[in-house]
C-alpha cells in the first residue's frame, strides 16, 4: 500500500503483439477473461503539453484484485508508450491507482512534486495522468479515475475474471462505456 496512493490497482504492459499477449495471459497464465477494444476512444488526449490523436489498442482482465492492462500503440503520436518502446523496452510500462476524487487528489500530488506528463479521459469522469516519475527504469505513475462509466467498467472486468471459466470467452469485446 502506498501513503501516497493507497493500493497499486492495475499494472500496465505495453506490447507489440496485444493479440499474442492476451493469448500468453489467458492460455499460460489462466489470466482472463480479456475486454479487448482495438482503437480505445481517448479524449483530451496531452503529451508534454501539446494535444494529439492516439491510435491504441487496449485489453483489460483481473488477477484477482489487480487489473492487468495490454497496450499496443497502432500510431506513431507521441507518448510514454512509444517513449519506453524507443527505449528497446517492452513489459512493465506503469502501476496505476484509481481515484474517485481526481481532482482533489491530483492538486495534491502535483503539490508533492509530481509533474504530470500524459495525460487524457475515457469516458465520462475517466480522466487518467501519467507522472514523470521513473523510480525505477521504464516504470511510471498512473492516476485513473474511477468516478463515471470507466469504473463500472473495472467492475465488471474483475466480477468476470471472479466466475470465469480458463476457456470459453478468452476474448471478448469492450462494452460500451455511453451505456454504463
Known amino acids: ?54 491510435h491504441n489498442s487496449v485489453a483489460l482482465a483481473n488477477s484477482g484484485y489487480v487489473q492487468v492492462e495490454l497496450i499496443q500503440t497502432r500510431n506513431d503520436v507521441p507518448s510514454m508508450y512509444r517513449d519506453f518502446l524507443q527505449a528497446g523496452r517492452t513489459g512493465l510500462q506503469h502501476v ?35 507522472f514523470d516519475t521513473e523510480y525505477h527504469p521504464g516504470t511510471v505513475i498512473e492516476l485513473s479515475e474511477v468516478a463515471g462509466p470507466k469504473g463500472r467498467m473495472f467492475d465488471m472486468i474483475r466480477a468476470a475474471s471472479e466466475t470465469w471459466d480458463g476457456k470459453t470467452d478468452r476474448v471478448r469485446p469492450f462494452p460500451d462505456l455511453s451505456t454504463l
Open 1 to 54: 500500500m502506498s501513503r501516497h496512493f493507497g493500493a497499486i490497482r492495475q499494472l500496465g504492459y505495453v506490447v507489440h503483439d496485444i493479440e499474442a499477449a492476451m493469448d500468453y495471459w489467458s492460455r499460460t497464465l489462466g489470466v482472463g477473461p480479456w475486454f479487448y477494444n482495438p482503437r480505445v476512444p481517448i479524449v483530451n488526449y496531452r503529451y508534454r503539453g501539446e494535444g494529439h490523436q492516439p
Open 96 to 130: 496505476a491507482y484509481w481515484t474517485s476524487d481526481y481532482d482533489a487528489d491530483l492538486a495534491r500530488l502535483t503539490a508533492e512534486g509530481f509533474k504530470p506528463v500524459m495525460s487524457g479521459e475515457v469516458g465520462e469522469r475517466g480522466r487518467f495522468v501519467y
